[in-house]
């Protein structure tokens, strides 16, 4: 009988060592931690993620690293050309682009034929302006017959012929009272010797024309070749009266 209650006793103390006071009885939680995402801002795609098409379309397009056309000119270039085709003037399936840019020095290749469905240069070349324009540099420009200035703005191209000066390309100008005279003062693209780096060397500058954007003799052909026939040929210059006038630089 001894024995039966020191069994007893044991089970007694085995079974309440289990029990804790209510102080003690705490229930631990089991805490999982979700793994934290950290995301590093790619600053570079975040601003392409944000550009206009006509900075993708610059990013995209392989210009010579030292002389690339200006993204200013190119934007606005872009504006004229996407307004002339929504005004009908342009075939739906234009895509050829021409920049004279004449704030630059006419000892530099300052004009670009872009293919914009390829998005590459076809054409880098120099290009004159009109003997009353300036000397190395571009200054003044005049839509009046006999002026030999260079006109500003925007140019659809024409037709072909042989003229005096060759193989040349009538141009149609779009910007009234900036250029719209041009069929009748003859404003045209032809090749010239005066326009190349020999000339340029012996004179300090390229030879200049009576207002006609000429390229070198041996350019002209397939130049005029590729961009006859409707396309869009912009000549810029920061003049503000022209930025502000032209009708196809409306946003």
């Known amino acids: 009988m001894k024995g039966f209650y020191s069994l007893l006793g044991m089970v007694y103390l085995i079974t309440t060592s289990f029990y804790l ?4 009885n705490i229930t631990r939680k089991t805490i999982t931690e979700k793994p934290v995402k950290i995301t590093t801002k790619n600053t570079s795609n975040e601003k392409t993620g944000n550009l206009s098409s006509s900075e993708e379309l610059y990013n995209a397009i392989l210009f010579e690293n030292d002389n690339k056309l200006n993204f200013d000119v190119f934007s606005k270039a872009i504006l004229g050309f996407n307004n002339l085709k929504k005004a009908g003037k342009l075939d739906e399936n234009a895509h050829l682009l021409t920049v004279c840019d004449f704030s630059m020095s006419s000892n530099r290749k300052r004009l670009w034929v872009i293919d914009m469905n390829e998005r590459k240069v076809v054409f880098n070349s120099l290009v004159a302006h009109g003997k009353n324009t300036g000397e190395e540099f571009a200054e003044k420009f005049s839509n009046i017959e006999s002026s030999y ?18 193989y040349s390309l009538r141009l149609l100008g779009m910007d009234k009272g900036f250029n719209d005279a041009a069929l009748q003062r003859a404003v045209v693209m032809h090749g010239a010797d005066y326009v190349s780096e020999e000339f340029a060397a012996a004179h300090k500058r390229i030879g200049r024309s009576w207002g006609c954007p000429a390229v070198p003799r041996a350019l002209a052909e397939p130049i005029i070749n590729t961009i006859k026939g409707k396309n869009v040929l912009f000549i810029y210059y920061p003049d503000d009266n022209y930025l502000a006038s032209s009708e196809w630089l409306k946003s």
């Open 21 to 24: 006071s209510p102080e003690k």
């Open 149 to 166: 200035q260079s006109s500003l703005g925007f140019y659809i191209t024409d037709t072909t012929y042989e003229g005096g000066n060759g």
